[in-house]
């Protein structure tokens, strides 16, 4: 007694300790919560090293808004909307201004002798091509090119380049200061909101995407027009919302479920009190670990740490079968039958969440932890605190759960006598499971998209007027600015080089790098002196001398009017080894070849923007790490059993346990047509529940307590996860498939690692 007695203390000063640590970390931790999937996808190695310039260059269009307006009264829906935006708190019109021509040609005007399109450089030697071009440029009235550089720039190169330059980047054209973009002969306004927030927290996400949904309806109805958004507000919004809706929902139904299952089973408010504590104490472990270990916590952590009650109310379970033999064991300074089945089923699954620490996914990292140290909470309460509770030791199964345990020790005990037969059929139906419908992962994240149709529908339009729907963005990166241009113009030239069709965007065209610049310069000042450019002056009367190479530099050009263009399509950052440099191309109209994707992939300055692909990618990487993380836990968790019960008993607590995971991902396959990685997560937690199932079957033989405890333990379970089932995230839905099949696979096949049946024992272990 005097043991116990400090064992009490011991266990209220932990608690005292848990809850002050955790309501520091609540209070005055540097943590935040996130709802996007991508936030906690893994990486491949390549886009790691790409994700500081990733970061930068699209750190500023994270936050901004598209809105396309057509009809009738688009040009009256998009004033009003330039208006109404600011009554909405943080969100502001990002303009969209035409740059100013005269301003460009200024601009230039001292570099005008760097430039040459692909036209003046094929005819550089020869005179009377060099004026047949002049002439050609001349003799367009309306060319603004033509009459803003000629002064300065006589050779006309200057306007011939930069009409080039600039239709390189007119998706967008301007009418009266106005932007818009032509879809098949519909025009649509364009206007760009800026979330002006630095960091966006997920109530004011839904908040702003509320207030602005609520914007576009009115103006839709008020104006009769078409009105299409895009922007990673809304997806945060919306995921935010759907996490919050089914953590609330799933877990108040999952509670109401256990607690009348409790209900039904000892029919006493304690019990059900004392699940509740339980509960509530493992919730906080699990909580505040998770608030130790990471600084941020993802809200699917939270929809998945609902999985926890499924095995903490395993451990309540049989702590209320046994409650009436607690005190007897006490007095008698006998160790209670639930101590060691308990402590060895709380080794073995932490050992298998242990590993999933490791994992590259940082999800399955902070359920892992979540789940140990919510287990742990659970175990010390179960075994120190309950214990104390004024009447527990008097609670006692209801006449109902008994009679039903009985029966279904009947009933498995018929199992029970054909082990060889059992275990012949179960292996017979993963064969021929495995041959009709071999398991199969299908790694695309698409897949696990959780946004709803329509905001999907909403991003598709936009991608398509804006004409980004089909293109092909690279990252290009570098320790200098003057680098960063010339691996740009290396890329291009090699993919021009045997794709000569498709179409470039970036800031190479406005922005040639200073080795290029020299090259232009240098052919322009040689065909000079060859008298080639005499007639082409001759057209204006004007003279040009050729003065010193003079650059245009990266530095130069954010000070002139292109500024904004080239903040769009480069960026520069902070790196452990110094300031870095970043910008981006995009290809169209026809997709790179196989042979440009593999120049591409084997150049370390640049990477293929596609977030879909890279990810799918390291997904099925990750899953064949996964893989061998389960197969590493599921050994090690066999090695104890064949350690603890023998060879024989260790054999069947193995061929149940791996069973009934082979079970549940064949047959969740042919109910959803594909697995994928948050099946295995589902796998691990399958394991666990059946570690605990035979683990109690070996200490305790097949008798009323034992059986009753799992078969409310498998019930429980079934209601907590069954119900993920309807979840509307592709991840959750299909983690709560596996695990519902898993739990009644191990239901069944558990009982064949029993040491012995006791068909006439009620109420004595």
């Not at 209900?263 to 019990?271: G, V």
């Not at 979840?727 to 519902?740: E, I």
Request: with cysteine; proline share 3%.
């Amino acid at each position: 007694m005097r043991d116990f007695n400090k064992l009490k203390k011991l266990y209220w000063l932990q608690l005292l300790a848990v809850f002050l640590l955790g309501g520091y970390l609540l209070f005055f931790g540097q943590w935040r919560i996130e709802s996007n999937l991508l936030s906690i996808l893994p990486h491949s190695a390549q886009q790691q090293d790409f994700s500081a310039a990733e970061h930068a260059l699209f750190k500023r269009k994270s936050q901004q808004l598209i809105v396309l307006i057509a009809g009738d009264n688009a040009l009256k829906a998009h004033d009003a909307l330039a208006v109404k935006v600011h009554d909405v708190a943080n969100v502001s019109i990002a303009p969209l201004t035409e740059p100013s021509l005269t301003d460009i040609a200024e601009f230039y005007s001292p570099f005008r002798h760097n430039f040459l399109t692909s036209s003046y450089l094929e005819h550089l030697d020869n005179s009377q091509a060099l004026a047949q071009l002049a002439t050609k440029q001349i003799i367009q009235v309306a060319n603004p090119f033509v009459s803003e550089t000629i002064a300065t720039a006589p050779r006309l190169n200057l306007a011939d380049y930069l009409q080039v330059a600039l239709s390189n980047l007119a998706d967008v054209e301007f009418d009266q200061g106005v932007a818009f973009v032509n879809v098949q002969g519909q025009r649509y306004l364009l206007s760009r909101l800026q979330v002006t927030l630095d960091g966006l927290d997920l109530n004011t996400s839904v908040d702003i995407s509320a207030k602005l949904q609520q914007l576009f309806n009115d103006i839709r109805a008020a104006e009769q027009v078409e009105l299409i958004y895009s922007g990673i507000l809304f997806h945060t919004a919306e995921s935010t919302s759907q996490a919050k809706a089914e953590i609330s929902t799933f877990g108040v139904l999952s509670l109401v479920a256990v607690l009348l299952l409790i209900w039904s089973a000892f029919r006493s408010m304690l019990p059900l009190l004392s699940a509740l504590l339980v509960l509530s104490i493992a919730c906080a472990y699990g909580f505040i670990a998770i608030l130790l270990f990471f600084q941020s916590l993802h809200l699917l952590t939270l929809v998945f740490a609902i999985t926890l009650i499924g095995v903490v109310i395993d451990y309540c379970f049989h702590a209320l079968v046994y409650a009436d033999r607690q005190r007897k064991h006490q007095q008698e300074h006998e160790g209670h039958p639930l101590t060691k089945p308990l402590v060895l089923g709380f080794i073995t699954t932490a050992i298998g969440y242990f590993i999933l620490v490791f994992s590259p996914l940082s999800l399955l990292s902070q359920v892992a932890v979540f789940m140990i140290f919510g287990l742990l909470g659970a175990l010390i309460t179960v075994l120190f605190l309950l214990p104390q509770l004024k009447g527990f030791s008097k609670i006692t199964c209801s006449p109902f759960s008994l009679t039903f345990s009985q029966q279904g020790i009947t009933l498995f005990s018929k199992v029970f006598n054909h082990k060889k037969a059992a275990i012949a059929l179960l292996t017979l139906a993963l064969i021929l499971l495995t041959v009709l419908a071999p398991i199969k992962f299908n790694d695309d994240v698409r897949l696990l998209n959780s946004s709803p149709k329509w905001l999907i529908d909403q991003e598709v339009n936009v991608a398509k007027a804006l004409s980004y729907q089909n293109s092909q963005r690279l990252i290009i990166r570098a320790k200098t600015a003057q680098e960063m241009l010339e691996f740009q113009e290396q890329v291009i030239d090699q993919v021009l080089a045997s794709q000569a069709d498709i179409r470039v965007k970036g800031i190479n065209k406005l922005l040639p790098s200073i080795k290029r610049q020299q090259q232009h310069y240098a052919l322009l000042a040689k065909a000079d002196q060859q008298g080639n450019f005499q007639a082409v002056l001759a057209l204006s009367g004007l003279n040009d001398p050729i003065n010193a190479f003079k650059p245009l530099t990266f530095q130069n050009f954010l000070q002139g009017p292109l500024a904004e263009i080239a903040q769009s399509y480069t960026a520069y950052y902070d790196t452990e080894n110094g300031l870095e440099y970043a910008s981006w191309l995009e290809f169209s109209q026809v997709p790179l070849s196989a042979d440009n994707l593999l120049w591409l992939a084997e150049n370390p300055h640049v990477s293929l923007y596609d977030t879909a692909s890279d990810v799918s990618d390291a997904l099925g990487q990750y899953r064949q790490e996964i893989l061998w993380l389960l197969a590493s836990a599921l050994v090690a968790v066999v090695v104890i059993l064949f350690a603890k019960y023998g060879l024989k008993a260790g054999a069947l607590s193995a061929i149940a346990t791996i069973g009934s995971a082979l079970l549940a991902l064949t047959l969740s396959q042919l109910f959803s047509s594909h697995l994928n990685i948050f099946n295995l997560l589902a796998v691990l937690l399958i394991i666990a529940l059946a570690i605990d199932y035979v683990i109690f079957y070996q200490e305790h033989g097949l008798q009323v307590k034992t059986f009753l405890a799992i078969s409310l333990s498998a019930l429980s379970s079934a209601a907590v996860f069954g119900i993920l089932v309807f979840s509307a995230t592709p991840a959750v839905s299909s983690f709560g498939l596996t695990v519902m099949i898993g739990i009644v696979s191990i239901f069944i096949l558990a009982p064949i690692s029993a040491k012995n049946i006791n068909l006439s024992e009620m109420g004595r272990s």
